[in-house]
């Protein structure tokens, strides 16, 4: 079975462009989250989706926005990109949202801003 | 608030040896802790969670973890490392629908 999926792998944009990043999960998983994983450090939750309804929101701005289609993928919307929104961006999924579900991670989008 | 301290940023040890990296929490609520692996340039893979129940969790690749929760702790450890052991380990907490990771232990084994 085909783990999760995200594309594009790598993405460069300048500064005050918008960016779409996509996620196919795990076939029969319902949940999708969003991480940002700035360079030395660890993931940083961006959103939780379930069943097509945020379920859960982190600390980053309005710039970021998401949304979940009926067959369960995910975009990730960034606006007005900054030089500091360069990170690689993590997809992950999970059967259903719940804090001890185990989540399955896609190998992320690196987004470069220039 | 939840937070995760991991307490070591990098971790060099020799082939064959054991291994010990940790792990601090807190959290307000029900605990379930989770270690991932990351390999360069991947996503992160599972290694082991704990959800409840014995409090030494056994996962991939020979690794296994110990839950303290007197302690609030969840340390990793694999009693013989091997060179493709050598990747990025990340220690998470899961609550209120959201994961919170640690910066990460870098773990590299030399022979």
Same mark, same amino acid.
Do not use: M
């Given at each position: 079975?085909?783990?999760?999926?995200?594309?594009?792998?790598?993405?460069?944009?300048?500064?005050?462009?918008?960016?779409?990043?996509?996620?196919?999960?795990?076939?029969?998983?319902?949940?999708?989250?969003?991480?940002?994983?700035?360079?030395?450090?660890?993931?940083?939750?961006?959103?939780?989706?379930?069943?097509?309804?945020?379920?859960?929101?982190?600390?980053?701005?309005?710039?970021?926005?998401?949304?979940?289609?009926?067959?369960?993928?995910?975009?990730?919307?960034?606006?007005?990109?900054?030089?500091?929104?360069?990170?690689?961006?993590?997809?992950?999924?999970?059967?259903?949202?719940?804090?001890?579900?185990?989540?399955?991670?896609?190998?992320?989008?690196?987004?470069?801003?220039? | 608030?939840?937070?995760?301290?991991? /307490?070591?940023?990098?971790?060099? +040890?020799?082939?064959?040896?054991?291994? &010990?990296?940790?792990? $601090?929490? =807190?959290?307000?609520?029900?605990?379930?802790?989770?270690?991932?692996?990351?390999?360069?340039?991947?996503?992160?893979?599972?290694?082991?969670?704990? /959800?409840?129940?014995?409090?030494? +969790?056994?996962?991939?690749?020979?690794? &296994?973890?110990?839950? $303290?929760? =007197?302690?609030?702790?969840?340390?990793?450890?694999?009693?013989?490392?091997?060179?493709?052991?050598?990747?990025?380990?990340?220690?998470?907490?899961?609550?209120?629908?959201?994961?919170?990771?640690?910066?990460?232990?870098?773990?590299?084994?030399?022979?």
């Amino acid at each position: 079975d085909a783990g999760v999926t995200q594309s594009p792998t790598h993405l460069i944009k300048t500064r005050g462009q918008q960016v779409t990043l996509r996620c196919s999960p795990i076939s029969g998983h319902k949940s999708v989250s969003w991480y940002q994983q700035v360079l030395g450090q660890g993931p940083q939750f961006i959103f939780q989706y379930y069943e097509k309804e945020e379920r859960g929101r982190g600390n980053f701005p309005d710039r970021f926005s998401a949304r979940q289609f009926p067959n369960y993928s995910s975009e990730l919307n960034v606006n007005a990109l900054l030089l500091g929104d360069s990170a690689l961006y993590l997809c992950a999924s999970s059967l259903v949202a719940g804090n001890n579900q185990p989540q399955h991670f896609g190998d992320g989008t690196r987004l470069s801003i220039l | 608030a939840q937070s995760v301290t991991q /307490l070591d940023s990098q971790v060099p +040890v020799f082939e064959e040896a054991p291994v &010990e990296l940790r792990c $601090n929490y =807190s959290s307000s609520v029900s605990v379930y802790l989770f270690w991932y692996v990351q390999y360069p340039n991947q996503g992160l893979q599972l290694l082991l969670k704990y /959800l409840s129940g014995s409090t030494l +969790v056994k996962g991939i690749n020979g690794f &296994e973890a110990e839950f $303290n929760k =007197s302690q609030t702790s969840f340390h990793l450890r694999k009693p013989s490392v091997h060179i493709s052991d050598t990747a990025e380990y990340f220690c998470a907490v899961s609550d209120a629908g959201k994961s919170t990771f640690g910066d990460g232990t870098t773990l590299t084994v030399k022979p």
